[in-house]
Structure formats: C-alpha cells, structure tokens
C-alpha cells in the first residue's frame, strides 16, 4: 500500500518556467510534510517542509501548497533554473512512540533545460 | 554536506555473505534512520534508533539488522545477501526524538550491489 502517491514521474520543464510536483497522502494522522531535493551520487536534502495547519509555504522560489481536505500537497518551482535539475521526494510523517520515519513518495526527475 | 558520513560508499559482494554498513550521526544527534532506496521500491524506512534503543521498525527484513554504539555510531548488518539486496542504503541523523519533527539530516549513502 503507497501511502503517498507522488506525480508526475518525470519533468521537462523550460528555464524561467515553474515546476510543479504533486502528492497524495492518504494517512490523516500525518502531521509534517517535507520536500527533499537530491542530486545523483547524493543523499536527499530537506528542501522545504510544512505542517497541516497552514495552506501554504513559501522559501525563496520553493512553495508548498496544502489542500488538508483533498489530502494533497504541491511543490513549485518559480523561475526554474538548470541547476534544480534533481530528483524530488515528496514525503510525510507522524509521532509514533517518539519516532518521526519518514515515508516518502516515489520521486519526480526534473529537467531544467536552458 | 550534510555532517553524516557513511562508510563504504561503494560495495560489492556475492549472494549468501553478510556485509556491515557504518554510519556517523551529526554531532550531537542522538536519532539515526536507516532507508533503502532502490528503482523498484523507491526510498524506504528501515529501522530507527536512539541514544542506543531501537525505536522504530519499517520494512526491514529478518536478514537485517542494526545498532547504535554508546558513541552514537550506527550499523546495519545485512545477512544472506540476495540479488534484490541491491540498492542504496542510507542513514539519516537528527537531533531528537521528543518534542515534534526536526529535520533528518541524510549522509551519502552506501551502494550495494550483491552479484
């Protein structure tokens, strides 16, 4: 069972342009909502995170939108640039007996092309 | 770079051997995660520990296990190794296990390829 569903697989999308990743969550006791952004040969990094009682968050070009009713969340990319070419991970975790693992999607290759 | 070191970063070995892989926390961290990443199954959780306990298992196999040392080093001690053992293992450290999500900070990665 997936618990988060992330689309599209992959994302070709033009410099200056905006990139937008999805994911579906279907856990409600989820509770925090990280973005991880990682480059081939490297360990995911914490891009952004958010939790479920604001709709909306935004880091310099990095936004995440929330949708707590539909159990969805987004990432954009404003003025995408070649060097956000990475894989990105949506993910989600809750407190269980004071472990906060994290259960990410299954990633989105993006390709920012000059 | 993250402040996680994971050792080997590379390892190849044959089907039926066990391998050990290492893992140095952030300083300071008492809470190391270990994922597999492989094409099929995409990043997974495996196990947790902290300050030495085992906290939290996912979908680690019976073939798998792990600890943490008093010196907050982790490893994860893969047996009977399987063709489908190969994957990307990573560990993940952060700074507490109580009072609501901190950021996991992830090391490199160990590659395994089991021939």
């Known amino acids: 069972q997936q618990q988060v569903k992330q689309s599209p697989q992959s994302l070709i999308v033009q410099k200056g342009g905006i990139s937008i990743i999805n994911c579906a969550y279907e856990n409600t006791a989820f509770d925090y909502f990280p973005w991880y952004q990682q480059f081939p040969g490297k360990g995911p990094a914490l891009l952004i995170a958010i939790r479920p009682d604001v709709s909306e968050k935004k880091e310099g070009r990095f936004t995440i939108s929330f949708n707590k009713s539909a159990k969805q969340f987004s990432l954009h990319i404003m003025d995408s640039q070649p060097g956000d070419s990475a894989t990105y991970f949506c993910a989600a975790s809750k407190e269980g007996a004071g472990s906060y693992q994290l259960t990410f999607g299954k990633g989105t290759k993006l390709s920012v092309i000059p | 770079d993250s402040g996680v070191t994971q050792t080997p970063k590379h390892l190849i070995t044959a089907t039926g051997q066990r391998v050990t892989l290492r893992c140095s926390p952030r300083s300071g961290d008492l809470s190391v995660y270990w994922y597999q990443q492989s094409l099929d199954q995409g990043l997974q959780f495996l196990i947790q520990?902290?300050?030495?306990?085992?906290?939290a298992k996912g979908n680690i196999l019976e073939r798998f296990s792990a600890q943490q040392f008093p010196d907050l080093h982790s490893e994860l001690n893969l047996s009977s190794l399987e063709l489908g053992d190969s994957a990307l293992y990573f560990c993940?450290?952060?700074?507490?296990?109580?009072?609501?999500?901190?950021?996991?900070?992830f090391g490199p990665g160990t590659r395994l390829t089991v021939l």
């Open positions: 520990y902290y300050n030495g306990e085992e906290r």
């Open positions: 993940a450290s952060s700074v507490s296990t109580s009072g609501g999500h901190n950021e996991q900070f």
